[in-house]
């Protein structure tokens, strides 16, 4: 229980609950679809702000690589997918990249 007193002596008191355990990631969102880069640049994703891990992988590194921090970067033209993984929840991003 937590109670809040003003200067005006207006009071509130509310229930606290605090959890025990790591809060479960329910779903990923703020991330696109789809993207397109050209070639040599990068673009950092949205963070995503989870108790448990994030990682991201790249199914074509030859086109694209993307770090730990969610920084995508262009390296040739093609198409790739870039996944995000946090906890058992997935997102795919089409990424695709022009000269």
């Avoid at 994703?45 to 891990?53: A, F, G, V, Y």
Wanted: proline share 1%; glycine share 6%.
């Amino acid at each position: 229980m937590l109670t809040v007193t003003l200067a005006s002596d207006l009071q509130k008191t509310v229930n606290v609950k605090v959890q025990k355990t790591t809060v479960k990631t329910e779903k990923i969102t703020g991330l696109k679809k789809k993207m397109t880069l050209k070639a040599g640049k990068h673009k950092r994703l949205s963070p995503i702000t989870s108790q448990e891990k994030v990682t991201y992988a790249s199914s074509n590194k030859n086109v694209a690589t993307v770090n730990n921090k969610g920084v995508i970067t262009a390296k040739k033209a093609g198409k790739t997918t870039i996944t995000v993984h946090s906890g058992k929840k997935t997102f795919k991003i089409k990424v695709t990249v022009k000269k």
